[in-house]
């Protein structure tokens, strides 16, 4: 079973929809979780952290966090082509950060 | 506020030469961490360091990679007798904490073995 899961997608929705973006993972230790978008070509960007049950919003980007389901979600309302990129999960637990594969996200204009 | 700088950005070498990446952190972080991304895959934990130790290689080749951080200077990522299949782009990471602080990216240095 890999550590950090995700769904690699392409993921494809209309521009102005909610895209859903989810992960799970396997070390139940794990204390922080993290959101980076990745444009082709590019480094990764931090975009959202998590470390607590529930619910974290930040402008058009939510991230949900259960722990006891140890899932973690990325929802982007209001979708723009911009947002279009590959969206990597990271989880971490101590020492190091595990990444995801990451789900590649289109947004139809 | 200069972030993460990695040089250089593209790297090429032959096979079986020496390839060597550098990293400088960002002002203040003291925590390097180096992954591999293949083309079209996610990346890939090597290493993490603080000064002048290596914290966790879990996910380092067990030859010809090798990493350091030194006390003055950038962190180095090197890799002896390049073969066609480290052809990848190495991303440095640094963060001012332990594992559960967020972490900055480099740029990357994207290495072709030709």
């Known amino acids: 079973q890999k550590e950090v899961e995700q769904n690699s997608g392409p993921l494809s929705v209309p521009e102005g929809a909610i895209a859903s973006l989810n992960c799970t993972y396997s070390?139940?230790?794990?204390?922080?979780f993290f959101w980076y978008r990745q444009y082709s070509g590019k480094s990764p960007e931090l975009i959202m952290f998590?470390?607590?049950?529930g619910d974290k919003e930040d402008g058009r980007f939510t991230a949900q966090l259960n722990k006891a389901s140890q899932y973690v979600s990325l929802l982007i309302r209001d979708s723009q082509p911009s947002d279009s990129a590959t969206y990597l999960c990271?989880?971490?637990?101590?020492?190091?950060?595990?990444f995801g594969a990451g789900t590649r996200l289109f947004v139809k204009a | 506020n200069a972030g993460v700088m990695q040089n250089p950005r593209h790297l090429v070498r032959r096979r079986g030469q020496e390839a060597r990446l550098r990293c400088s952190p960002m002002?203040?972080?003291?925590?390097v961490y180096w992954y591999r991304q293949l083309p079209e895959e996610g990346l890939k934990f090597m290493v993490y360091?603080?000064?002048?130790?290596?914290?966790?290689e879990s996910g380092m080749p067990k030859e010809r990679f090798s990493a350091e951080f030194p006390k003055e200077g950038p962190s180095i990522l090197r890799i002896q007798q390049v073969v066609r299949g480290d052809s990848a782009a190495y991303f440095c990471?640094?963060?001012?904490?332990?594992?559960?602080?967020?972490?900055?990216f480099g740029q990357g240095t994207r290495l072709t073995v030709v």
């Open positions: 070390d139940r230790g794990s204390q922080s």
């Open positions: 990471a640094s963060s001012p904490g332990l594992g559960d602080t967020e972490a900055f």
């Open positions: 360091l603080q000064k002048e130790n290596i914290i966790d």
């Open positions: 002002k203040g972080h003291s925590h």
């Open positions: 998590i470390y607590s049950n």
């Open positions: 990271a989880v971490s637990g101590g020492f190091k950060t595990i």
